[in-house]
């Protein structure tokens, strides 16, 4: 407990908890999109990007890069580095490792299917059907970090003691033959990882057994004001991305579109607010969080403005003709993950629905549902990834007239035609309401002051290399 007090002036290794299972951190390419996952793949291994601290596009890799055709074409330059294992890395093998990658995370791509080819041994290209500029921000998540085998590029190498990983810098030679022996690097750039549930990580904060806490989502919320933790030991991430519930039922209740906005009207998102009790969260009634590359803001429903109380007599007419159509509406399976702060919402969703005389019953993120809960962070800023997200292929409630405009939109010859084909699917899919907003994704780590490299990122991503600032 002594040291734990003194952790703002103890240089030893940095120790790291990431909220999830032991499993994400061995096999981290089996489930590349947790946080574990991601944490473990940005330590080992490289994409041909990656994110500063604040999550702005930075060179991995690649050393260079250049946007060609209005960002259609991108085209990298590999560094001259080599993998753990000393073989000198090169574009053949970097095009096929991050062809698998593309495969392994496809509902990232938005529909696009990148071609990507090695044009000499350090220089790689990489082409889409349509001109996205912004697609370059797909490459720096730690899901598309490559490697082969067990072996990345680094910046760090990993050994197993007991459930926790030892996490090493590796020297980036040009030459391994060549170079000078590395110095041995200093504790403080070592890093200590393992992966725990989420009260076992605050505990471990708490008592000073970690410096940092990453992996943080809206469900274990509650669990920081049980523990009292100093509101300058949480740093909540900037992220976009959809936080609300798709319509994955097939009742005829849910068929119906005046129902399906019947639900997105009675939410009383202010109060769902309050419970996540979190500084700035930003509440939701569109699926996307600003304008983007739609060409103008995104559609709001009717009801957006209006006062709640007639917001919710409109619901319950709704609901009221179904139900003499029809007869007692189903019981609606929300479909949550693990979590005091999701027991949270599903009882703030039952108190909600309870208003048109639904009652809702709670299952497991892989049980069938009628509602099943979405928290991404979108991978790149363009409204064709949250409308693809919620699309047909998706198997959600969906419009496929829309699901034919984002085809067009892949497809069309000018910036133009393609604003035009995403607005008019936008408008579509807002209308159909086969997604239900609720607000913006949550992220947030819990930082020791120690860590004086640490900053909130936009995109929730937080490299471990770049968590202490080492004076020169």
């Known amino acids: 407990m002594t040291a734990g007090c003194d952790r703002s002036r103890h240089d030893g290794p940095v120790s790291v908890d990431v909220i999830g299972a032991p499993a994400q951190l061995a096999k981290p390419l089996r489930d590349s999109r947790s946080a574990a996952a991601k944490v473990m793949l940005g330590a080992v291994g490289q994409g041909l990007l990656g994110f500063d601290p604040g999550g702005e596009v930075v060179g991995a890799l690649a050393e260079s890069w250049i946007v060609e055709d209005g960002g259609q074409s ?51 290209e990489i082409r889409l059907g349509m001109a996205l500029p912004v697609f370059i921000q797909l490459f720096a998540q730690p899901q598309f970090a490559m490697l082969t085998g067990d072996i990345g590029s680094g910046p760090y190498l990993a050994a197993q003691e007991g459930g926790d990983y030892v996490l090493t810098p590796v020297a980036d030679r040009v030459d391994p033959a060549d170079a000078e022996p590395p110095q041995e690097p200093a504790a403080v750039e070592r890093r200590h ?12 904060f708490r008592n000073g057994a970690t410096d940092l806490v990453l992996g943080g989502r809206f469900q274990h919320l509650p669990l920081l004001a049980i523990g009292d933790f100093e509101p300058r030991d949480v740093r909540v991430d900037p992220v976009s991305g959809l936080f609300g519930l798709a319509v994955t039922g097939s009742s005829d209740f849910l068929a119906d579109a005046n129902v399906r906005e019947a639900l997105s009207r ?52 709704s609901v009221d003709r179904w139900v003499a159509a029809h007869g007692d509406p189903p019981m609606l399976r929300i479909a949550l993950p693990e979590g005091p702060g999701a027991s949270l919402l599903f009882i703030r969703l039952g108190q909600d629905f309870a208003r048109l005389g639904v009652r809702v019953d709670r299952v497991a993120m892989d049980e069938n549902a009628d509602l099943t809960l979405i928290d991404e962070v979108a991978p790149f800023d363009s409204a064709l990834w949250y409308l693809a997200r919620l699309d047909c292929p998706m198997r959600l409630s969906c419009d496929k007239p829309a699901s034919a405009l984002l085809e067009t939109a892949r ?10 084909a995403l607005a008019e699917a936008e408008r579509r899919i807002t209308l159909h309401g086969g997604y239900i907003p609720l607000g913006q994704p949550v992220r947030w780590a819990l930082v020791n002051r120690r860590l004086n490299g640490f900053v909130p990122s936009a995109r929730g991503i937080h490299p471990l290399n770049r968590l202490v600032t080492l004076p020169n």
């Open 74 to 124: 991108y085209i990298f330059r590999l560094r001259r580095t080599h993998w753990t294992d000393g073989e000198p890395v090169k574009a053949d093998l970097v095009a096929r490792l991050l062809k698998e990658r593309l495969r392994a995370n496809a509902p990232s791509l938005a529909g696009l299917e990148p071609e990507v080819r090695a044009m000499t041994d350090r220089v790689i």
């Open 193 to 204: 990882l393992r992966a725990d549930r989420a009260a076992l990580a605050l505990v471990r």
């Open 411 to 420: 497809t069309a010859d000018t910036a133009e035609a393609r604003s035009t």
């Open 266 to 317: 009675v939410i009383d998102r202010a109060a769902l607010a309050g419970m996540l009790n979190l500084s700035g969260w930003r509440a939701a009634v569109t699926p996307l969080p600003a304008a983007l590359d739609l060409g103008r803001a995104p559609t709001r429903p009717v009801w957006a403005d209006g006062d709640p109380d007639n917001r919710l007599a409109i619901a319950r007419q």
